[in-house]
């Protein structure tokens, strides 16, 4: 069982960036795709992005894409979202996520654990 810790949210201003990162515990880390989910207060759960277990492949909701990416250092045992140009609706809790072994998440659904999460506020 992987269990996973979130850090790097906090408040930004429109126009900035930010680093999450993940650090995952757990011997099977490295064969297991990767991603990201966030949470605004009363909406669903959205899908941002995920990454395949050798790093080589990634994908990305069209809200984020060209804003967000996804990395992923399996010697340390960690993923990486980097966010520019954030903007106010990007606030949200994050949350990183395992997805399935040896595949890619594509979707909230391909998720099956995830960790506490992490607060990122954008003000306008």
């Known amino acids: 069982q992987v269990q996973l810790v979130e850090s790097g949210g906090g408040l930004v201003q429109a126009g900035g960036s930010l680093r999450l990162s993940c650090a995952a515990s757990?011997?099977?880390?490295?064969?297991?795709?990767m991603g990201w989910f966030r949470q605004a207060p009363g909406k669903e759960r959205e899908f941002v992005g995920g990454?395949?277990?050798?790093?080589?492949?990634?994908t990305y909701a069209d809200s984020v894409k060209g804003r967000f990416t996804i990395s992923r250092d399996n010697a340390k045992n960690t993923v990486y979202l980097q966010m520019n140009s954030l903007k106010p609706e990007d606030t949200a809790v994050y949350y990183c996520?395992?997805?399935?072994?040896?595949?890619?998440?594509?979707?909230?659904?391909?998720?099956?654990?995830w960790g506490q999460g992490t607060q990122v506020t954008v003000s306008s």
């Open positions: 990454i395949s277990w050798t790093g080589g492949s990634t």
């Open positions: 996520a395992t997805g399935t072994q040896f595949g890619t998440p594509t979707r909230v659904a391909d998720f099956r654990t």
């Open positions: 757990g011997r099977t880390f490295s064969s297991y795709g």
